[in-house]
């Protein structure tokens, strides 16, 4: 028996320059964070990356962005932060 080759990575493009990072913030927050960024691309493309590291962006799509964003509102993700003090 012989082991199948390993896939290559493929490599990940960089976001295009010049996108519009939207800071998830309190509006009055002064410091550096750190915080999640989100940008919106062309067609589908939605960018997620964190401020204390802006060069490792996450990609997704407008669906899956969207999809996520309802679950948050309607407690799906809740469970993921059991114990930790919510004021």
């Known amino acids: 028996m012989t082991d199948s080759p ?14 519009d990072w939207i800071r998830a913030a309190p509006e009055d927050e002064q410091g550096p ?15 997620l990356r964190e401020t204390s590291t802006p060069d490792n962006v996450v990609t997704t799509t407008r669906t899956k962005w969207n999809a ?12 993921f932060v059991e114990g930790v003090d919510q004021d």
């Open 6 to 19: 390993r896939p290559r990575p493929v490599p990940i493009p960089p976001p295009p320059a010049g996108l």
């Open 33 to 47: 964070g750190p915080w999640i960024e989100i940008a919106f691309g062309e067609g589908d493309a939605v960018y």
């Open 68 to 79: 996520f964003v309802l679950g948050v509102q309607a407690g799906e993700f809740d469970h």
